[in-house]
């Protein structure tokens, strides 16, 4: 495929941002497309629950050889890194010490003023980056809950939240208006990352330049108008709502963010800060996104279209980023404080002796309150509060402490990242760049060699972070990284 043909854009997308836009800003947003030569800007967040950004500044110039990594300037925990890095295929990745994510993605989370101690709901979560920013900023305080409705991309949230050894998450696999039954009124915050038709993703997504069409911006606007609703029920009041799409359709952006206000007139558009080159959303668009009535029959934008001017909109000619909205909204009312239930699935006493045992023996300063241990199958769980699960369609609940097995206890791969070198009584430590391809062998599934004095469980690290388990005989440490995990070459 030529270059030319790589970067076309959508005949009737190119027609209407020209007609939105006028020709000259037109011009500016088609060249943008131009570049880089790869159609994206590469960018990763550091993992601010395992390490300080100039603690990974420091280890990225010894292990990379990069020391001039550019900030992000929307969130502080982002950098911006050349083709040359490769941070994808690198044993701090294994360790969680950054998410790779796009940059104009970091800023819903960075936005929503989300705190320690809250319970917070991030509604369409996978894959990940938006759930494991705003567990950073929890610090593994409070209540997270990750959804996604999608079973597949379900489980590589989990995987995500696992690696980056989050503590107070649990991660669903529901539809928005199931969680809506259970969690009526409950939450602090709420992000709605929405799935959307894209626009704002064509340098990266070639899919999405590809399937554009005015009937599914259509088919989106709708799907978002659901959510939304959900949404808006299971927020407390006094609780805000953070909306984000990577699409410039107003019928997904402004006209979303204008029916909801029409349905729901105890909801208000808290203004966010035009700043780092974002610009304010443009009311305007939300009167010609042509939607006509909404779903419960009222008519859209009437009255309320002015309030979309509080939103902004990263475009890709003005921010070094792709295209993204983003828009927050306050629940009228006090938020009221609210307790988890009690009812939870407790582990057997058999299972807890066993963790006890292990946890006596190869862990320290790791507080497991024996009241939020619950079992699922062989498993067991650590929650991060008293909550009811029953009903709950659950992938990942906490962390996952390890199984029991014929009497045995086997600790998990999730322990083993959610924990830090101090909390082990034994470790290996690979120091990078000079122990680089022990660390690659076993990131392969590899046997290590180990000191024939060393027995038993033991946490292979890399510059301190752990990697994942071992279990040391006769001078050699044989592999326990997931099968499921391990890499190919």
């Known amino acids: 495929m030529s270059e030319e043909e790589k970067f076309s854009l959508p005949g009737g997308f190119a027609t209407r941002m020209r007609s939105l836009l006028g020709e000259s800003e037109y011009a500016e947003l088609e060249a943008s497309y131009d570049r880089d030569s790869e159609g994206s800007i590469k960018a990763l967040r550091v993992n601010t629950l395992k390490l300080t950004p100039e603690k990974f500044r420091e280890l990225s110039s010894k292990a990379f050889g990069i020391s001039d990594l550019e ?47 809250e319970r917070v709901l991030d509604l369409c979560a996978a894959p990940g ?112 709502l953070v909306y984000s799409t990577c699409t410039f359709a107003p019928e997904e952006d402004e006209g979303t963010v204008c029916r909801f206000l029409e349905r729901h007139p105890d909801f208000s558009v808290i ?77 057997d006493r058999s299972s807890l002796a066993c963790w006890k045992e292990f946890a006596q023996e190869e862990i320290t300063g790791f507080d497991a309150p024996e009241e939020r241990i619950v079992k699922f199958g062989d498993e067991l769980y650590l929650l991060p509060a008293m909550i009811d699960l029953t009903g709950l369609k659950v992938m990942r609940a906490g962390i996952d402490l390890g199984s029991v097995r014929k009497g045995r206890f086997e600790p998990a791969h999730a322990l083993a990242l959610a924990l830090k070198k101090e909390n082990f009584r034994q470790s290996i430590n690979l120091s990078l760049p000079s122990d680089l391809q022990d660390a690659l062998n076993y990131l392969k599934g590899m046997t290590l060699p180990a000191d024939p004095g060393v027995k038993g469980w033991t946490v292979l690290m890399t510059d301190g972070f752990p990697i994942g388990w071992t279990k040391a005989a006769g001078g050699v440490l044989k592999n326990h990284y997931p099968k499921g995990l391990r890499w190919l070459s």
């Not at 994808?88 to 993605?105: D, M, N, T, V």
């Open 271 to 347: 203004a966010l800060p035009a700043e780092h080159g974002f610009e304010h959303g443009r009311p305007e668009w939300a009167a010609v996104s042509g939607m006509g009535e909404d779903s419960s029959g009222r008519k859209e934008n009437s009255g309320r279209s002015e309030e979309t001017a509080g939103a902004v909109r990263l475009w890709p000619h003005r921010v070094r980023g792709e295209g993204h909205f983003i828009a927050m909204l306050r629940k009228d009312g006090e938020n009221a404080v609210k307790t988890c239930t009690d009812r939870v699935r407790a582990a």
């Open 71 to 117: 900030p992000v300037p929307w969130e502080s925990t982002g950098l911006y890194y050349s083709d040359s890095m490769r941070p994808g295929r690198h044993p701090y990745h294994a360790a969680g010490l950054y998410y790779i994510q796009e940059p104009s993605a970091m800023a819903a989370a960075a936005l929503s003023g989300v705190k320690r101690g």
């Open 129 to 240: 980056g938006k759930t494991t920013q705003l567990a950073a900023m929890m610090q593994g305080e409070g209540l997270l809950l990750a959804n996604e409705i999608n079973t597949q991309r379900a489980k590589i949230l989990s995987e995500n939240v696992e690696r980056c050894g989050v503590r107070n998450a649990i991660v669903t696999n529901m539809d928005s208006g199931a969680l809506r039954d259970r969690f009526t009124s409950w939450f602090d915050r709420i992000l709605v990352d929405a799935p959307c038709s894209g626009e704002g993703m064509f340098r990266k997504e070639e899919a999405a330049r590809t399937g554009w069409s005015m009937d599914n911006i259509r088919l989106c606007a709708a799907r978002q108008d659901e959510i939304m609703d959900n949404a808006a029920a299971m927020l407390s009041e006094g609780g805000t």
